[in-house]
């Protein structure tokens, strides 16, 4: 199965490319975002693409294995960080992608264990080579912490009585593939206990959502890469990241106003000159470009881009704060 790029041309324009900078795209999936950034790029710009999935790094590998432009890495963008650091490039990114989630190739392969329409082992890692499986997981868990999964990382409304059904169903047997998930979860959720505006989504939707994105670390993996992001990115280096749920959206919309305040409240004390541009520098280290939703085209075309929200900031130029003019903030 083929993967559509969601807001493929949004983001490319959202990066705002140099032709000859460097950029990342974090979540290579099927190469759609880095095949048209490359196409923007001349033969002084520089992509580098990381997935946690080896499939994709594959797929990266082959397409790309002319262009000496390209690089692509088996690692989560979370260590972006330590890459970039160990290649002398920190500092120097002039823009970085990310496109989160899971590609149709990786739900719609039964295999991954992604999917409850599939059966297929119940799998859900992005890197198979490590980590617990959404099997192995559930076998061992408690029921509380089940619930606080499914409650927090899927706001399922039914999550005590699905983790119940789930402890209730382990011990006759051990749930190892998606379909029997599945079953447990719809069992629980009759269609007519789903809320109205969620009427054409499976009953297992939110509860596969939220224990691939506890299997994956996918939150903690979003948190780290936007920890790091001053430090990755050049002067004027733009972040653009697409999100499909609330959760990843939060987390990066905080994130873009935390650092994206211009005039930050001083406290009423006499600070010196020093002070001020420390306090400033934390507050005020992006300018927060905006946000960008899929047209109605865009979703009649492909579904999966109904709930994508594109958040873009720019990295201030450090010089900005210090040419401030200070007595203005007092
Ligand atoms: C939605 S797809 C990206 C699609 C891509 N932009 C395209 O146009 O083909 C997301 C991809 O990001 C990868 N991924 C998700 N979280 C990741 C992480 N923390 N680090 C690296 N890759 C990640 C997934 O394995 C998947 O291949």
Redesign the pocket.
């Known amino acids: 199965m083929h993967?559509k790029?969601v807001l493929?041309h949004e983001a490319i324009e959202a990066l705002n490319i140099d032709p000859s900078g460097i950029y990342i795209?974090?979540?290579?999936?099927?190469?759609?975002?880095s095949r048209l950034i490359l196409s923007k790029l001349t033969k002084f710009g520089r992509l580098i693409a990381?997935?946690?999935?080896h499939l994709?790094v594959e797929i990266g590998k082959t397409i790309f294995n002319q262009d000496s432009r390209f690089s692509i890495v088996h690692?989560?963008?979370?260590k972006a960080m330590n890459y970039v650091h160990n290649v002398k490039l920190l500092g120097s990114i002039n823009g970085i992608l990310l496109?989160?989630?899971?590609?149709e190739n990786?739900l719609f392969d039964a295999n991954r264990g992604f999917s409850f329409i599939k059966d297929g082992p119940l799998d859900m890692r992005?890197d198979i080579t490590t980590g617990q499986t959404a099997a192995q997981w559930i076998a061992m868990s408690s029921q509380e912490h089940i619930t606080w999964v499914l409650k927090n990382l899927g706001e399922e409304r039914f999550c005590k009585k699905i983790a119940k059904s789930i402890l209730f169903h382990r011990r006759i047997r051990p749930i190892v593939r998606t379909h029997e998930l599945s079953k447990i979860v719809s069992d629980i959720i009759v269609p007519s206990r789903i809320k109205k505006n969620s009427w054409n989504k499976h009953p297992a939707t939110r509860s596969f959502l939220a224990i691939r994105m506890h299997i994956?670390k996918?939150l903690e993996?979003i948190a780290k890469v936007l920890k790091d992001m001053y430090n990755l990115l050049s002067n004027k280096g733009r972040l653009v990241i697409i999100s499909f749920n609330s959760l990843e959206d939060r987390l990066v919309k905080h994130f873009i106003y935390k650092h994206s305040r211009i005039f930050p409240e001083l406290p009423k004390l006499a600070l010196t000159e020093s002070q001020i541009i420390n306090i400033f520098s934390s507050s005020c280290q992006f300018k927060n470009i905006g946000k960008i939703i899929p047209t109605k085209q865009e979703i009649k075309e492909n579904i999966r881009a109904r709930s994508a929200i594109l958040r873009c900031a720019e990295k201030i130029d450090k010089t900005y704060i210090n040419r401030y003019d200070l007595s203005k903030t007092i």
């Open positions: 993967h790029s493929l795209d974090g979540t290579f999936g099927s190469g759609g975002h990381f997935d946690k999935d994709s690692m989560s963008f979370s496109d989160l989630g899971i590609c990786q992005m994956n996918e993996a």
